[in-house]
């Protein structure tokens, strides 16, 4: 019998070219290779409608946030409220197929009696009140801090109505140990991300340009405070070409940019592009002050790129220590920099990275023992 499956996702899952989205579309390619027919729905807000979710969807249903006041007013969080949809809901009883959340944004039904007796799995991004902390704490602007604030607040009390779900799939251990104690009596099972592990996106050995990587959405403020450290106070004590690539860079980053002589700013690339970037870079450097979450870039990157130099909070709860170059303040990053600037990153070092890589990070392997969780009780 065929196995059908709802997915809710908080955005328009492609191109998959920021980290939220990277684990929702590869995981939507996961099921469809393992067979598991997917009814898509997408909220949108900025991006278009993608043909390619086609090859992977039965249907695909795109649906409006219903953004501003009357949505922050509430006492839900703002990125639930804001994608409550009666036509989503009315799309979702035409059958009981499982349902899987994307995210604490899409849980808006778990709030209905309508849906009592459905399978519905939560993938949380990470801990949504704890991130939206972290963002308070690091916004300069007096309104988003507020803002922030409330939301972090709205989901802290909100949270204890994932206890109407039936199974949670947590990116990172962290997560996993955090969510099992909130909720004992729940299946909860860390899966890790998912992201593209084609055989064909090696690092490209032969290039000699030996460019130094930072790539992030420039307009979120954790990302535009580590682009702005990187170009200040690490890239002025290297002598390398630094490149800044990334959606929508914050003004601060390019001004900032254009004093510093060895950085260049990408703004917007095609996935293909930003490919090309992670291939050809000598050195990846991926720093982050948040330990919330699993940063999805930095798998993307073991796969992708050359050497990577990383901080403690962006390896938090990954597992991938022994896989990159550890530095945490700035005379290491730039110590580190100028020694693996003197190297040859070799297919020889990247099999060794390949073989390193903890066999949680599989894709087909996570998603066979997804699909256990969520049928064997179900059909």
């Known amino acids: 019998m065929s196995k059908h499956l709802h997915i809710i996702s908080f955005d328009i899952p492609y191109p998959a070219d920021y980290?939220?989205?990277?684990?929702?579309?590869?995981?939507?390619?996961?099921?469809?290779?393992?067979?598991?027919?997917?009814?898509?729905?997408?909220?949108?807000?900025?991006?278009?409608?993608?043909?390619?979710?086609?090859k992977y969807?039965?249907?695909?249903?795109?649906?409006?946030?219903?953004?501003?006041?009357?949505?922050?007013?509430?006492?839900?969080?703002?990125?639930?409220?804001?994608?409550?949809?009666?036509?989503?809901?009315?799309?979702?009883?035409?059958?009981?197929?499982?349902?899987?959340?994307?995210?604490?944004?899409?849980?808006?039904?778990?709030?209905?009696?309508?849906?009592?007796?459905?399978k519905i799995i939560y993938r949380a991004a990470n801990i949504e009140h704890d991130y939206y902390t972290a963002l308070y704490k690091a916004e300069n602007s007096i309104i988003k801090r507020a803002y922030y604030f409330i939301e972090a607040n709205k989901l802290k009390k909100w949270e204890h109505k994932l206890s109407n779900v039936d199974l949670i799939l947590t990116l990172s251990i962290n997560d996993e140990r955090y969510y099992k104690n909130l909720f004992p009596k729940k299946d909860v099972i860390n899966t890790f991300p998912f992201f593209n592990n084609d055989i064909n996106i090696k690092p490209n050995f032969k290039t000699k340009d030996k460019y130094i990587l930072f790539h992030a959405k420039l307009s979120v403020q954790e990302n535009i405070d580590a682009a702005l450290y990187i170009i200040k106070t690490i890239a002025p004590k290297i002598d390398a070409r630094f490149i800044i690539a990334g959606l929508e860079p914050d003004a601060s980053i390019i001004s900032a940019a254009n004093s510093v002589e060895n950085i260049e700013i990408k703004a917007n690339l095609s996935e293909s592009n930003m490919q090309s970037l992670l291939n050809n870079a000598h050195i990846n450097i991926l720093t982050t002050k948040q330990s919330t979450g699993l940063k999805l870039k930095l798998i993307n990157s073991l796969y992708q790129s050359k050497y990577i130099i990383a901080n403690n909070e962006m390896l938090s709860g990954s597992g991938l220590d022994k896989l990159v170059e550890i530095a945490n303040t700035s005379s290491e990053i730039i110590s580190k920099s100028n020694e693996l600037l003197e190297k040859s990153f070799t297919e020889?070092?990247?099999?060794?990275?390949?073989?390193?890589?903890?066999?949680?990070?599989n894709n087909k392997k996570r998603i066979e023992e997804v699909i256990k969780l969520i049928y064997n009780k179900h059909e």
């Open 57 to 118: 969807c039965q249907h695909i249903n795109y649906y409006k946030r219903s953004t501003g006041l009357k949505s922050n007013l509430s006492t839900i969080p703002y990125i639930v409220k804001s994608r409550l949809s009666k036509e989503l809901e009315s799309r979702l009883l035409t059958d009981s197929y499982p349902i899987l959340c994307e995210g604490m944004h899409t849980c808006g039904i778990i709030e209905s009696n309508k849906f009592t007796n459905r």
């Open 348 to 361: 020889i070092d990247y099999e060794k990275r390949m073989k390193m890589i903890p066999k949680e990070y």
């Open 19 to 54: 980290g939220g989205v990277i684990d929702v579309f590869y995981k939507l390619k996961a099921f469809h290779k393992a067979g598991i027919l997917v009814h898509m729905h997408c909220f949108e807000y900025g991006r278009e409608h993608s043909e390619e979710l086609n």
